[in-house]
Nanobody, 124 residues
């Protein structure tokens, strides 16, 4: 059974930083490209960051490029999202995704296995 456990979300002021973590169990982590998606009520879940299986290729949604950094530690089966210069519009529930691809600037997840997410709130 595949399980994803996200952590690190919090309430921060605009301009602040957070580091999200997601640990995966139940599959061979190193075999999969990973990503982070976010969701706000009333909108579709959107991809924000992608990383390939060994970490040497990344992709970011336009809205977070230059502010967010995705990384992974295959020895720990964990993917991270460093978020800097946070804005109120970054407020969302963040989820890690498994088996992610990027096509024409859109991120897709290959496995419909989601954790509970971690809530990021950016507000003054």
């Amino acid at each position: 059974q595949v399980e994803a456990v996200e952590s690190g979300g919090a309430s921060v002021r605009p301009g602040g930083s957070l580091r999200l973590s997601c640990t995966i169990s139940g599959l061979n982590f190193v075999d999969y490209a990973m990503g982070w998606f976010r969701e706000v009520p009333g909108k579709a879940r959107e991809g924000v960051a992608y990383i390939n299986f060994n970490g040497d290729s990344t992709y970011y949604a336009k809205d977070v490029r230059g502010r967010f950094t995705i990384s992974r530690d295959n020895a720990k089966d964990t993917v991270y999202l460093q978020m800097n210069s946070l804005k109120p519009e970054d407020t969302a529930m963040y989820y890690c995704a498994i088996d992610v691809t990027v096509l024409a600037g859109t991120m897709y997840y290959g496995r419909d296995s989601w954790g509970k997410g971690t809530l990021v709130t950016v507000s003054s």
